[in-house]
């Protein structure tokens, strides 16, 4: 008789069939598959419910888990909290193109271990292995193969890496968030921590290195960062993602201080070490509230990464609260700096266009966008900022400017300190939300202040994604900034620029209405 506790799920969970056409038939009449279409349904008149961002179809939403390709579909799992067992399980969604989804039955539910926290995937020919953390037990395996994965099965001796006692500097190691990639000789596997010190004070980031051959019996190799000096005291190293890019790797992962980052750098396979040269974050102030929080990462098969994002809540929402990103498509420039693009399917929801071509923007004065509106849209928006020491997009602005969200470009705005000490200024991109709604139960949040350099000449070019509570932006496809916005008027739908100090010049927008990708859900096929 086991001594172990018996944490298992008071979830209703199901074995599916193990074809396609059963298993769609099967989902027609699925009890939670009925329970999360209604659920969706209800909460559709939420006004801050995003209509083109995820989000789950049911209670809290949080970190997104093993985002993988699957026998022709994406799926992407997260941590879901079902009414009747409100712990962590996996969730689980599916989609043809990255931007429209449908949600499936919950993935992995807690058994030996009390939840199942954030993990990861490895995509083999014949089967779909996900690692993740189990609480109180330790870091688990659990492998699928039918079409939809549906059924997992969590495969014998788990935990196979068990929780353990470390010292006070977290040696030798603490199991937690795991990542899985596979190589030649076998699976290796990273658990993201920290040591030397307490996390949020003068902890170092750390990533565990582990290797087996039969995903069962892993052995510990060690530390697997070489030379981090980009990463700051306090931060940990959660839910990583390992991956190649171009010819070089990327470690994407978040701190519970600072949110999420990445490293680019050089993977030596002799030693087992990853030695970055580069650094880069996708969230630029805390992870609360309302701000981009953890990653989950996939090859996109063509030597680039996708990788998706839970955004935090910033007020309290009834009965749900985290969205999730857009899926980026990231990619290594010749000089290994990182592009940063959404995925080229977001194309696909574009409605109503309307195009402004060439205007002056006069020093101090705000430019209202006559026709120019709405709460969930699309912007392409190219500008030449000339000698302006700032310009400023704003968007669901009101029409006497009581409520705003400000896209701004800050000329010399971001001090950087250079390896001889000697200062000198850089250019800044930010997004403002602290105007942004009248609301009295909207958390407050600093401007995000992203350092951005705009070369010689180049003009500044945004893309910017609108989707009632979420301004996303991507910035000439090397910086992407997101944050929650709760606009309490009907008219916060507006859309102006401005200039300040000297005068600038937009040289084209363009503005499409954006559909939902729960309208008229198609069917998975």
């Not at 006070?168 to 990273?190: H, S, T």
Request: hydrophobic share 35%.
């Amino acid at each position: 008789m086991s001594d172990n506790p018996d944490f298992t799920s008071r979830v209703p969970h199901r074995t599916f069939a193990v074809t396609l056409d059963e298993q769609l038939e099967q989902l027609k009449s699925d009890e939670l598959m009925q329970r999360f279409a209604e659920s969706r349904q209800q909460l559709s008149s939420d006004p801050y419910r995003p209509a083109y961002h995820y989000v789950n179809p049911e209670g809290s939403l949080n970190d997104p888990n093993g985002l993988c390709f699957w026998q022709g579909r994406h799926h992407l799992f997260y941590q879901a909290y079902p009414p009747e067992d409100t712990r962590q399980h996996w969730g689980h969604a599916v989609s043809d193109d990255l931007v429209h989804w449908n949600d499936l039955p919950l993935a992995i539910y807690p058994g030996i271990e009390d939840k199942c926290f954030s993990g990861s995937t490895f995509v083999e020919s014949d089967r779909v292995i996900a690692m993740y953390h189990g609480t109180s037990a330790g870091n688990m395996v659990a492998v699928s193969s039918d079409p939809l994965l549906l059924n997992w099965e969590k495969i014998p001796g788990n935990p196979v890496i068990p929780m353990m006692e470390v010292n006070a500097n977290g040696r030798p190691y603490r199991v937690y968030d795991p990542c899985i990639w596979g190589e030649e000789d076998g699976y290796y596997a990273l658990s993201g921590s920290f040591l030397d010190g307490p996390i949020f004070d003068d902890c170092r980031m750390a990533q565990h290195l582990f290797f087996s051959q039969d995903l069962r019996r892993w052995i510990y190799l060690g530390e697997f960062i070489e030379g981090d000096i980009f990463t700051q005291p306090g931060e940990d190293g959660a839910v990583p993602y390992f991956w190649p890019i171009g010819d070089k790797h990327i470690l994407i992962f978040a701190s519970h201080q600072r949110g999420s980052q990445y490293l680019i750098g050089d993977y030596d396979k002799l030693d087992r070490k990853f030695r970055p040269f580069g650094h880069g974050r996708f969230n630029f102030g805390g992870i609360g509230p309302g701000g981009v929080h953890a990653p989950s990462a996939t090859p996109d098969g063509e030597g680039g990464i996708y990788v998706i994002y839970n955004i935090n809540q910033g007020k309290p929402t009834e009965g749900w609260n985290h969205i999730m990103s857009l899926v980026r498509r990231l990619t290594l420039r010749a000089d290994n700096t990182l592009c940063i693009e959404p995925v080229d399917a977001v194309k696909s929801l574009r409605g109503d266009h309307q195009h402004i071509g060439e205007i002056p923007l006069p020093a101090n004065e705000e430019i209202v966008l006559e026709g120019i509106e709405g709460s969930t849209m699309e912007l392409a928006v190219e500008i030449d900022p000339q000698e302006a020491r700032e310009v400023c997009l704003n968007v669901l602005r009101s029409a006497g400017g009581e409520e705003v969200a400000a896209i701004k470009f800050y000329r010399n705005g971001n001090m950087k300190q250079s390896k001889d000490s000697r200062g000198y200024q850089q250019n800044a991109l930010a997004i403002n939300t602290t105007r942004s709604s009248l609301l009295p139960d909207v958390q407050a949040r600093p401007e995000e202040v992203a350092p951005f350099q705009l070369e010689d000449d180049e003009p500044l070019k945004l893309r910017v994604f609108i989707d009632r509570s979420v301004v996303e932006v991507f910035a000439n496809g090397r910086l992407c900034l997101a944050l929650r916005v709760y606009p309490s008027r009907e008219d916060s739908i507006g859309v102006s620029l401005y200039a300040q100090g000297r005068d600038a010049s937009l040289k084209s927008l363009d503005a499409w209405q954006m559909k939902s990708i729960w309208q008229d859900e198609a069917e998975i096929k």
